[in-house]
């Protein structure tokens, strides 16, 4: 049983990853006015992967390169790497467009993509709980495009072109997180996210302009250098927060990185008028950022929460005492 300490740290440390994810695509927004979407990718990549190595030669727990001369295992590694290589180049791309709140709730359609898949590949069954939460947040993403539905389908308008590269970067995802699913049976979740990063740095090289980032003024650089060090720390509170509460629970606090791009949006754009742009939306485009976190909460861990036999939890508790 998980000690009620390690519950409250658990927690902090999954809070701390929602916010650091709330954060990063605003700092990739000023981030971009400097450097192309391949090249942030490229840097957010290069210190992640610079971090790990550290990390693993620190614990010296680098893994048996051997383990993928299994032709099955190196095409999983494949498909992992390039569907998170897939999923950092689209998305940053799709910032370019978007604003940092639609661009993560947009992010959150690679739940819907990876649960629906897992049920063809792996051939789970779906929940209830898990229908009932892949619904509300497709309803809760009509809301929330309600001003710009049309644009979406009817012209490819910029605002068109950043939702859809970001649906694409959630198709991605969802790529990377099934081949993971597979290969973490066999590799501690740091020393597949190493070979992955390897991978992408490599791959994405040649691609970059990296003389882009001697033109940046220093927040531009730090926001640059920080989009880096966010997936180190946001994946290293997302390791220990796991590592203390139950998965479910800890995925559960992520789904509300949507609400942190908008408050911290509005609240930079407050503070910094003249860097940043704040998020204007109608009551139903609030509504539905709202619906797709729940939607997706729910999901998550809404088979704790409610049985189709057993009712509400609330109710199965009363029913104990």
Same mark, same amino acid.
């Given at each position: $049983? /998980?000690?009620?300490?390690?519950?409250?740290? %658990?927690? &902090?440390? &999954?809070?701390?990853t929602a916010v650091m994810w709330g954060i990063v695509p605003i700092a990739m927004k000023y981030a971009l006015m400097v450097v192309d979407p391949l090249t942030l990718a490229w840097s957010r990549l290069a210190i992640s992967a610079l971090g790990i190595t550290i990390w693993l030669a620190y614990k010296k727990q680098f893994p048996n390169l051997m383990m993928f001369r299994k032709r099955r295992r190196f095409i999983l590694l494949m498909i992992a790497g390039f569907g998170l290589l897939g999923n950092f180049a689209l998305f940053a791309s799709a910032v370019q467009y978007l604003s940092a709140t639609t661009a993560q709730v947009v992010g959150q359609t690679g739940i819907v993509i990876f649960m629906i898949s897992s049920?063809? /590949?792996?051939?789970?069954? #779906?929940? @209830?709980?898990q229908i009932i939460g892949i619904l509300v947040l497709l309803v809760g993403l009509g809301l929330f495009f309600n001003k710009n539905i049309v644009d979406l389908f009817s012209n490819m308008s910029s605002y068109g072109i950043g939702v859809w590269? %970001?649906?694409?970067?959630?198709?991605?995802? &969802?790529?990377?997180?099934?081949?993971?699913?597979?290969?973490?049976?066999?590799?501690?979740?740091?020393? #597949?996210?190493? #070979?992955?990063?390897?991978?992408?740095?490599?791959?994405?090289? @040649?691609?970059?302009?990296?003389?882009?980032?001697?033109n940046a003024d220093a927040t531009q650089l730090f926001a640059i250098i920080f989009c880096g060090l966010n997936t180190i720390i946001a994946y290293g509170a997302l390791v $220990?927060?796991?590592?203390?509460?139950?998965?479910?629970?800890?995925? &559960? /606090?992520?789904?509300?990185? @949507?609400?942190?791009?908008? /408050?911290?949006?509005?609240?930079?754009s407050l503070i910094w008028p003249e860097k940043f742009v704040m998020q204007y939306l109608n009551i139903l485009g609030y509504i539905g950022a709202v619906s797709v976190v729940a939607g997706a909460m729910f999901a998550t861990i809404g088979h704790y929460i409610w049985h189709p036999r057993k009712g509400w939890l609330i109710n199965r508790n009363k029913g104990e005492k």
């Open positions: $049983m /998980i000690k009620q300490q390690n519950v409250k740290l %658990g927690f &902090a440390l &999954a809070m701390l049920a063809f /590949i792996f051939r789970e069954r #779906l929940r @209830p709980t590269l %970001g649906l694409l970067a959630s198709v991605s995802w &969802a790529c990377y997180a099934l081949a993971q699913k597979v290969l973490l049976q066999k590799l501690r979740a740091e020393q #597949l996210l190493w #070979l992955i990063y390897l991978i992408c740095t490599v791959f994405l090289l @040649p691609f970059t302009s990296l003389s882009k980032i001697t $220990m927060a796991m590592e203390r509460w139950q998965a479910a629970q800890v995925s &559960a /606090i992520t789904t509300l990185t @949507p609400l942190f791009s908008l /408050i911290f949006s509005d609240l930079f």
